[in-house]
Protein backbone atom coordinates (compact mmCIF):
# COMPACT_ATOMS: atom_id res chain seq x y z
CA UNK A 1 0.00 0.00 0.00
CA UNK A 2 1.21 3.14 -0.85
CA UNK A 3 1.16 6.38 1.35
CA UNK A 4 -1.15 8.91 0.89
CA UNK A 5 -0.58 12.87 0.97
CA UNK A 6 -1.38 16.00 2.74
CA UNK A 7 -3.09 18.13 0.40
CA UNK A 8 -3.08 21.73 1.25
CA UNK A 9 -6.76 23.13 0.36
CA UNK A 10 -7.06 26.66 -0.09
CA UNK A 11 -10.44 28.41 1.27
CA UNK A 12 -12.04 31.56 -0.79
CA UNK A 13 -11.61 34.38 1.87
CA UNK A 14 -14.60 36.18 0.17
CA UNK A 15 -15.96 35.28 -3.02
CA UNK A 16 -19.42 34.12 -3.05
CA UNK A 17 -18.82 31.76 -5.75
CA UNK A 18 -15.91 29.14 -5.33
CA UNK A 19 -15.10 29.19 -8.80
CA UNK A 20 -14.05 32.67 -8.85
CA UNK A 21 -10.85 31.64 -6.57
CA UNK A 22 -10.54 27.98 -6.67
CA UNK A 23 -9.56 25.87 -9.34
CA UNK A 24 -12.27 23.00 -9.84
CA UNK A 25 -9.39 20.17 -9.42
CA UNK A 26 -8.99 21.85 -6.23
CA UNK A 27 -12.99 20.68 -5.56
CA UNK A 28 -12.44 17.16 -7.50
CA UNK A 29 -9.37 16.50 -4.18
CA UNK A 30 -11.71 17.17 -1.85
CA UNK A 31 -13.66 13.87 -2.60
CA UNK A 32 -10.58 11.73 -2.18
CA UNK A 33 -10.07 12.88 1.64
CA UNK A 34 -12.27 11.78 4.43
CA UNK A 35 -10.02 13.42 7.25
CA UNK A 36 -9.52 17.04 7.28
CA UNK A 37 -7.77 19.44 9.87
CA UNK A 38 -9.37 22.65 10.56
CA UNK A 39 -8.96 25.54 12.52
CA UNK A 40 -12.77 25.77 13.03
CA UNK A 41 -14.83 23.14 12.73
CA UNK A 42 -18.24 25.15 11.64
CA UNK A 43 -16.90 27.07 9.13
CA UNK A 44 -14.84 23.98 7.73
CA UNK A 45 -18.07 21.84 7.40
CA UNK A 46 -19.59 25.10 5.75
CA UNK A 47 -16.84 25.42 3.07
CA UNK A 48 -17.11 21.69 2.19
CA UNK A 49 -20.82 21.41 1.42
CA UNK A 50 -20.43 25.20 -0.33
CA UNK A 51 -17.59 22.78 -2.55
CA UNK A 52 -19.86 19.99 -3.31
CA UNK A 53 -17.82 17.64 -1.05
CA UNK A 54 -19.47 13.84 -1.78
CA UNK A 55 -19.10 12.11 1.01
CA UNK A 56 -21.42 12.67 4.25
CA UNK A 57 -20.34 15.64 6.77
CA UNK A 58 -21.22 13.39 9.67
CA UNK A 59 -19.06 10.93 8.69
CA UNK A 60 -16.19 13.07 8.10
CA UNK A 61 -13.29 13.05 10.78
CA UNK A 62 -12.07 16.41 11.74
CA UNK A 63 -8.95 17.49 13.65
CA UNK A 64 -9.05 20.84 15.08
CA UNK A 65 -5.49 22.90 14.75
CA UNK A 66 -5.78 26.61 16.05
CA UNK A 67 -3.46 28.89 17.72
CA UNK A 68 -4.21 27.05 21.54
CA UNK A 69 -3.14 23.35 19.74
CA UNK A 70 0.55 22.36 20.73
CA UNK A 71 3.02 20.12 18.96
CA UNK A 72 1.94 17.29 21.16
CA UNK A 73 -1.44 17.58 20.10
CA UNK A 74 -1.26 17.10 17.03
CA UNK A 75 1.06 14.09 17.24
CA UNK A 76 -0.71 11.15 15.64
CA UNK A 77 -2.76 13.84 13.15
CA UNK A 78 -0.88 12.16 10.25
CA UNK A 79 -0.90 8.35 11.52
CA UNK A 80 -3.61 7.47 8.41
CA UNK A 81 -1.62 8.96 5.68
CA UNK A 82 0.92 5.96 6.41
CA UNK A 83 -1.72 3.79 6.37
CA UNK A 84 -2.27 5.05 2.61
CA UNK A 85 -5.40 7.78 3.43
CA UNK A 86 -5.00 11.95 2.17
CA UNK A 87 -5.54 14.01 4.58
CA UNK A 88 -6.76 17.42 3.57
CA UNK A 89 -5.56 20.28 5.49
CA UNK A 90 -8.08 23.62 5.45
CA UNK A 91 -7.07 27.70 6.31
CA UNK A 92 -9.85 29.11 7.78
CA UNK A 93 -9.43 31.65 4.89
CA UNK A 94 -7.08 32.01 1.89
CA UNK A 95 -3.59 29.73 1.90
CA UNK A 96 -2.81 27.28 4.31
CA UNK A 97 0.36 28.05 6.44
CA UNK A 98 0.57 31.36 5.51
CA UNK A 99 0.08 33.27 8.29
CA UNK A 100 -1.92 30.10 9.68
CA UNK A 101 -1.54 27.76 12.37
CA UNK A 102 -1.23 24.89 9.48
CA UNK A 103 2.43 25.57 9.29
CA UNK A 104 2.95 23.03 12.83
CA UNK A 105 1.48 20.17 10.36
CA UNK A 106 3.42 20.77 7.25
CA UNK A 107 6.83 20.58 9.35
CA UNK A 108 5.59 17.69 10.98
CA UNK A 109 4.66 16.04 7.67
CA UNK A 110 8.16 17.32 5.98
CA UNK A 111 9.92 15.47 9.33
CA UNK A 112 8.12 12.38 8.76
CA UNK A 113 8.64 12.41 5.20
CA UNK A 114 5.43 12.91 4.18
CA UNK A 115 4.26 14.21 0.43
CA UNK A 116 2.94 17.77 0.79
CA UNK A 117 0.59 18.87 -2.15
CA UNK A 118 -0.09 22.83 -1.59
CA UNK A 119 -2.38 23.65 -4.57
CA UNK A 120 -3.39 27.27 -6.35
CA UNK A 121 -6.20 29.60 -4.24
CA UNK A 122 -6.39 33.09 -3.31
CA UNK A 123 -4.35 34.82 -0.95
CA UNK A 124 -4.86 38.55 0.43
CA UNK A 125 -1.56 39.48 1.11
CA UNK A 126 -0.26 38.20 -2.52
CA UNK A 127 -3.40 39.82 -4.07
CA UNK A 128 -2.64 43.26 -2.52
CA UNK A 129 0.51 42.96 -3.55
CA UNK A 130 -0.11 42.14 -6.95
CA UNK A 131 -2.76 45.21 -7.35
CA UNK A 132 -0.61 47.76 -5.06
CA UNK A 133 2.25 49.05 -7.04
CA UNK A 134 5.19 48.58 -4.82
CA UNK A 135 7.96 46.31 -5.45
CA UNK A 136 6.98 43.01 -5.69
CA UNK A 137 10.48 41.56 -5.91
CA UNK A 138 11.58 42.56 -2.41
CA UNK A 139 8.75 42.55 0.78
CA UNK A 140 7.28 40.85 3.93
CA UNK A 141 4.71 40.41 6.07
CA UNK A 142 4.66 41.36 9.34
CA UNK A 143 1.49 39.99 11.07
CA UNK A 144 0.25 41.99 13.52
CA UNK A 145 1.48 45.43 15.14
CA UNK A 146 1.57 46.50 18.64
CA UNK A 147 -1.73 47.50 19.95
CA UNK A 148 -0.43 50.87 22.50
CA UNK A 149 -0.14 53.60 20.53
CA UNK A 150 3.92 54.28 21.01
CA UNK A 151 4.74 50.93 20.40
CA UNK A 152 2.78 50.84 17.37
CA UNK A 153 4.16 54.22 16.16
CA UNK A 154 7.48 52.86 16.61
CA UNK A 155 6.91 49.58 15.08
CA UNK A 156 6.07 51.70 11.94
CA UNK A 157 8.45 54.22 11.79
CA UNK A 158 10.94 51.08 11.68
CA UNK A 159 8.90 49.54 8.64
CA UNK A 160 9.94 52.86 7.26
CA UNK A 161 13.16 52.82 7.30
CA UNK A 162 13.09 49.28 6.10
CA UNK A 163 11.31 50.11 2.97
CA UNK A 164 14.31 53.17 2.66
CA UNK A 165 17.40 50.93 3.01
CA UNK A 166 16.22 47.61 1.34
CA UNK A 167 13.72 49.05 -1.05
CA UNK A 168 11.22 46.42 0.32
CA UNK A 169 7.73 47.04 0.38
CA UNK A 170 6.49 45.93 4.33
CA UNK A 171 2.62 44.31 4.27
CA UNK A 172 0.74 43.77 7.76
CA UNK A 173 -2.95 43.47 9.16
CA UNK A 174 -5.08 44.16 11.53
CA UNK A 175 -8.05 43.61 13.81
CA UNK A 176 -10.91 44.79 11.26
CA UNK A 177 -12.72 46.78 14.26
CA UNK A 178 -9.07 48.75 14.35
CA UNK A 179 -8.67 49.29 10.68
CA UNK A 180 -9.62 52.77 10.89
CA UNK A 181 -7.49 53.63 13.85
CA UNK A 182 -4.63 51.91 12.09
CA UNK A 183 -4.70 53.69 8.94
CA UNK A 184 -4.89 57.26 11.00
CA UNK A 185 -1.56 55.85 12.78
CA UNK A 186 0.18 54.99 9.63
CA UNK A 187 -1.04 58.58 8.35
CA UNK A 188 0.46 60.09 11.63
CA UNK A 189 3.71 58.27 11.71
CA UNK A 190 4.91 58.29 8.22
CA UNK A 191 6.94 60.70 6.27
CA UNK A 192 4.35 62.34 4.11
CA UNK A 193 6.13 60.42 0.67
CA UNK A 194 6.20 57.45 1.50
CA UNK A 195 3.35 55.31 -0.34
CA UNK A 196 0.83 53.60 1.46
CA UNK A 197 -1.92 50.82 0.09
CA UNK A 198 -5.21 49.98 1.75
CA UNK A 199 -6.68 47.12 0.22
CA UNK A 200 -9.74 45.43 1.56
CA UNK A 201 -12.89 43.15 0.63
CA UNK A 202 -10.75 41.35 -1.85
CA UNK A 203 -12.56 39.33 -3.87
CA UNK A 204 -15.62 40.34 -2.61
CA UNK A 205 -18.15 43.48 -5.16
CA UNK A 206 -17.15 45.69 -2.39
CA UNK A 207 -13.01 45.78 -3.40
CA UNK A 208 -11.18 48.57 -2.77
CA UNK A 209 -7.54 48.60 -3.35
CA UNK A 210 -5.71 52.11 -3.64
CA UNK A 211 -1.75 53.65 -3.19
CA UNK A 212 -1.41 56.90 -2.33
CA UNK A 213 1.32 58.91 -0.73
CA UNK A 214 0.69 59.37 2.94
CA UNK A 215 0.19 63.05 2.65
CA UNK A 216 -3.08 62.50 0.59
CA UNK A 217 -4.75 59.61 2.96
CA UNK A 218 -4.87 62.49 5.17
CA UNK A 219 -8.10 63.37 3.30
CA UNK A 220 -8.02 60.04 1.23
CA UNK A 221 -9.23 58.52 4.74
CA UNK A 222 -12.24 60.31 5.52
CA UNK A 223 -13.90 59.20 2.68
CA UNK A 224 -13.43 55.91 3.35
CA UNK A 225 -14.48 53.19 6.23
CA UNK A 226 -12.40 50.38 6.66
CA UNK A 227 -14.36 49.17 10.14
CA UNK A 228 -14.90 45.64 10.26
CA UNK A 229 -13.38 44.85 6.63
CA UNK A 230 -10.90 42.80 6.23
CA UNK A 231 -8.00 44.59 5.29
CA UNK A 232 -4.15 44.27 4.05
CA UNK A 233 -2.23 47.48 4.44
CA UNK A 234 1.92 48.19 2.69
CA UNK A 235 3.97 50.61 2.92
CA UNK A 236 6.50 50.96 -0.17
CA UNK A 237 7.73 53.09 -2.80
Not at 61 to 86: M, P
Request: overall charge negative; hydrophobic content about 40%; aromatic content about 6%.
Amino acid sequence: MSNGRLILFPVPIGAEDIAYSLPAVNVELLATCHTFIVEELRSARRFLKKAGYPHPIDDTVFLELNEHTTHDDVGHYLDAIERGENIGLLSEAGLPCVADPGAMITKIAQQRSIEVVPLVGPSSLMLALMASGLNGQRFAFNGYLPVDRSARAAAIRRLEERVRHSHETQLFIEAPYRNNQMLEALVSALQPQMLVCVACDLTLPTQYIRTLPCSKWKVAREKIDLHKRNTVFLIGE
